[in-house]
């Protein structure tokens, strides 16, 4: 809200509830008027990279006003359609992104949508909810903190989940969260199960009642 990205990565055991968290998260956002863009990584093979970021783009894309959608993604459309197909459907031809070496291609690619998300935060804040990290491609961790360093002063929050049992078997993941950390740009919160006091309170909660434990 203040005009500066931040980074929350949630970690925990699997059903221990980083996907609740993340989607209560996500109501009180848009309670306040932020926008929310929802992706996730996938464990399935055959996945394309960038899959977390093609989720939450590609359903912003499909709900977006076209003319509002022509001036967010500006110049950089014909970059962003090379992995977003959707968005030459919505605004129709698009001129031809010259061919680059792998690369440089890459690089582009990275500021295409680090200044597309800024672009949004022009109106609103953004949230970009990304869950199941664990299997995240080393591509979409890679885009990641390009955006996340590229675009300090967005009005942006990015929050993950991630199971931390799992965090040994994807390096990109662990390197990512180094990387961040180092940066001091990176916020991370375990969460473990209640003990018997919590429980108890959210009982009450729920029941509208005191419980005796």
């Known amino acids: 809200m203040t005009g500066r990205t931040h980074v929350v990565f949630v970690s925990g055991e699997p059903g221990i509830g980083k996907s609740r968290l993340l989607q209560e998260m996500a109501i009180r956002a848009e309670e306040v008027g932020a926008i929310v863009l929802r992706g996730g990584a996938s464990e399935a093979e055959g996945m394309p990279p960038y899959l977390p970021f093609l989720e939450a783009l590609g359903g912003y894309i ?3 006003p076209r003319e509002q959608l022509r001036t967010q993604a500006g110049p950089m ?3 962003l359609a090379t992995i977003l197909p959707e968005l030459a459907v919505v605004l129709g031809n698009l001129p031809d992104s010259y061919p680059l070496p792998a690369d440089q291609a890459r690089l582009r690619l990275y500021e295409a949508v680090g200044m597309f998300l800024a672009s949004l935060t022009s109106t609103a804040p953004l949230v970009l909810l990304l869950d199941d990290l664990q299997w995240a491609d080393p591509a979409s961790l ?23 049992g799992e965090l040994a078997s994807n390096l990109a993941l662990e390197r990512t969260l180094l990387d961040l950390n180092r940066a001091r740009l990176l916020t991370s919160l375990t969460i473990g199960p209640l003990v018997e006091e919590e429980i108890a309170a959210l009982a009450a909660v729920r029941l509208g009642l005191p419980v005796e434990h």
Not at 146 to 157: F, G, K, M
């Open 62 to 64: 499909r709900a977006a």
């Open 77 to 79: 459309a014909p970059i």
């Open 142 to 164: 890679d885009l990641l903190r390009h955006v996340v360093r590229q675009q300090s002063t967005a009005r942006l929050l990015i929050l993950g989940a991630y199971r931390a």
